[in-house]
């Protein structure tokens, strides 16, 4: 036997031990007694998992235009940065603007990169926004043109781009402005944005427009070509009054480069946006992905038009904006976003709600879980002082030997139950309490007995 001094010595490891092996204990015996309430949370947890749907696809469609162009530069650029959040974003290549939305409103992309003002007979596609600047130019061989180019146009050949791209589309739009339409000139022809710089720097046209942001490709080669000069639309104010998509920007005086100055005077043009659309049951991780990475491009690509509240921003209203997009420009990027993975974010933004009332229902059981082992035996010491008090007042309206040796029988029967019962660490006490309690009517019981016989 232990000294004196160790004998009461306290011993945490082992408390701590006969705490975790009575919680386990006690799981085993929830299991086992209440399956039919853990199989309902496990049902309403895979119900909830199927609705809120936290995993995102590993893959993702999208329609990025003509190669070189601005949409595909911007779709390359996305690539990205879906390549370093793990999921495959794969770029269809179309005629432009317009074919790549036909391919969302048919399901054979996920995504596509639009222009502002372009609309959809579908009530399945959404818009998470504008990601930059897309001004309209027109470059061309010659003298420098004066502020109405009608001769030019209607004598000189001139490349409006293919069909189904936006910059045909929204040359049209702007030559209808001057009851131009480009369908009924002969000398306007469609070739494609790569076809019409080689043709225009070498010579085989004579202008061509261009709907692109500053980073095309095809647009830096023409402004670096000498002998090819830049229109300054006079009406592009105008333009952005009369048609609602259209914003006027300006290339300021030498701020392509300052030797030589070019431009050599402010330039003005009408532009519309680069729109990203996506198709509603869209995951909603994989549009958070999109938003968020379009606002990390605008960090990291300083655009070369500027709009003072920055990009991406839901600008053209033509396309409803998705409940997602709506979110994230309310909000911004997940509190969590920098810790976690990006659909996990999502799923935070996404599932609050549900989380909020997960809490307000569970919290509650997850406070007596950690007391399951305690709960239990309170319950079955509260059906032994019930039995208890039983039997204490069928003693006292006892009036034969016979009935106080029925309830004599019916206290061991008792006892050997209260013997048998399992007691959790930190229930002694109460235990010990319970059989003093049954030594009190177990006396009571054994005087009753006694007095009779002598009767």
Known sequence: MKNSNELLEPNQIKHYRDIARDELTALRVAVIKDWK?????LVAFIVSLYFINPLPPSKVTLASGQPNSSLHIVGTRLQKYF??????????????????????????????????????????????????YMPVWFFYRGQILDNDPRSFLETKKISVNLKGSGTNRLVNTILAQHELLGESHPNFIELSSGDSTKALLNGSIDGMFLVAGFESENLQKLLNAPGIEVYDFPFAPAYERRVDFLDHVTVPRGSIDLNPIVPKKNIDMPATTTVVLVNDDLHPAIQYLFLKSMSEMDDEYKPFFTRSAGFPAYT???????????RFYE??????????????????????????AFIAVVFPLLNI??????????????????HLNDIEQALQHSETLAEVN??????????????????????????????????????????AIRYREKA
């Open 331 to 356: 909000h911004g990027k997940s509190p969590i976003d920098r810790y976690v993975p990006f659909w996990m974010a999502s799923l935070a933004d996404r599932a609050w709600f549900y989380l909020l």
């Open 406 to 447: 029925l309830i004599n029988k019916n206290l061991r029967q008792l006892s050997i139950a209260i013997k048998k019962l399992w007691i959790p660490t930190g229930g002694q006490e109460a235990y010990y309490q319970l059989m003093q309690a049954f030594g009190v009517i177990q006396s009571e019981i054994d005087s």
């Open 83 to 132: 390549e370093e959040a793990g999921v495959e974003l794969a770029l269809i290549q179309s005629n432009g603007a317009v074919q790549s939305l036909q391919l969302l409103e048919n399901n054979k992309v996920d995504a596509a990169l639009s222009q502002g003002g372009l609309s959809t007979s579908s009530d399945a596609i959404s818009s998470l926004g504008s990601v930059n």
């Open 316 to 326: 053209d209203r033509t396309i409803p904006q998705s409940l997602e997009a709506k």
């Open 37 to 41: 309430w853990i199989a309902f949370s």
């Open 369 to 386: 879980v950690p007391r399951y082992r305690l709960v239990n035996f309170q319950l079955s010491l509260q059906r032994a002082y019930t």
